[in-house]
């Protein structure tokens, strides 16, 4: 009965973003016939814009569990980074550097969390989970756990919607777009997107032919850091106001559209569009389970257990492999 499940499984998952795409059309149908708000052209668009900064985050935090770690500071580092943006705003600086502040914050969060990771070769669990808790103590500290509120409405228009043919398109959605291009790019055609994949699957063999693994890492995780700071801004200019318990959860949903989109916890597997669809999955089914009045205190559970149901998936699909 195991190895009928397993062969069936290897079946309907041989690409894990095809059963993510499934997924996310088979939620999308229930929810539009049991729903009549779902489908409304505002309630769509809401959900696009909902999990765009999510997705954005998730492309960082995919790298760096296809080279075989986690980071579980992305959701501190989102609401840090809008807070500094915000901060030096509030100041006075122009809008242009404090945005490039706010996004220099989470490289550096990112480069700490790789140099450790990498070099001083600690568990990224561990690193990543001090780190969350020493960006989110100094989110609380700078602001003594108020928000920072009337920020520049040249910084909130990019939480807004743009003209593009007559059609209004979310200026969030647009980056996400953007980079989405630009990582997938980056994966399936540089010389840093194969060490990327090699170093989840064999690190050996990067070791072997000389390339300095550290150094991969290190970029990985300050890339991811970038990512997040780049949807905490996006983020805090959606909402008009920046404060220190921003993101706080995120972490859940950004690994969750990283795993359900296809890549896998075991390293070595895992692809941009994939994670777009994963984020997508994410959002749908929470905007679903409010529609339809599922408990709110329950809805995590909901979505854990599908990330523990992926998981699965992907074991049983790996075993059938061996």
């Not at 935090?61 to 509030?90: F, H, N, P, T």
């Not at 480069?111 to 990543?128: D, H, Y």
């Not at 991811?224 to 921003?246: D, E, K, Q, W, Y």
Request: glycine share 12%; with cysteine; proline share 3%.
């Amino acid at each position: 009965m195991l190895k009928s499940v397993q062969r069936l499984t290897m079946l309907i998952f041989a690409r894990r973003e095809s059963a993510a795409l499934a997924l996310l059309l088979a939620i999308g149908t229930l929810l539009g016939l049991q729903s009549e708000t779902f489908l409304t052209p505002n309630n769509l668009l809401n959900v696009v814009r909902s999990f765009s900064w999510i997705a954005i985050a998730a492309f960082g935090e995919s790298l760096v569990i296809i080279i075989g770690g986690i980071d579980l500071s992305v959701g501190a580092v989102m609401g840090l980074a809008g807070l500094i943006g915000a901060r030096c705003m509030q100041s006075g600086m122009p809008l242009l550097p404090a945005i490039v502040a706010g996004l220099l914050t989470g490289c550096l969060v990112g480069w700490i969390n790789g140099t450790i990771v990498g070099r001083v070769r600690l568990p990224p669990f561990m690193v990543t989970l001090g780190t969350m808790s020493i960006v989110r103590g100094i989110a609380f500290g700078l602001t003594g756990g108020w928000p920072i509120r009337d920020l520049p409405m040249a910084f909130r228009l990019l939480g807004r919607d743009m003209e593009l043919y007559s059609v209004a398109v979310p200026v969030p959605v647009l980056v996400m777009a953007f980079l989405a291009v630009v990582m997938s790019l980056l994966l399936t055609h540089t010389v840093q997107g194969t060490y990327i994949y090699t170093l989840g699957s064999n690190e050996r063999a990067l070791l072997v032919s000389g390339v300095n693994v550290a150094q991969v890492k290190v970029f990985v995780y300050t890339l991811c850091g970038l990512l997040a700071a780049v949807g905490g801004l996006l983020m805090t200019a959606r909402l008009g106001v920046a404060a220190p318990t921003a993101a706080t959860g995120y972490e859940l949903d950004i690994i969750a559209a990283a795993v359900i989109g296809g890549t896998s916890l075991f390293g070595g597997e895992g692809s941009i569009l994939g994670v777009l669809v994963g984020a997508a999955v994410m959002q749908v089914l929470r905007n679903g389970l409010v529609l339809s009045g599922f408990p709110a205190y329950w809805q995590t559970t909901v979505l854990g257990t599908m990330i523990l149901l992926f998981i699965l998936l992907d074991y049983w699909r790996r075993r059938g492999q061996v």
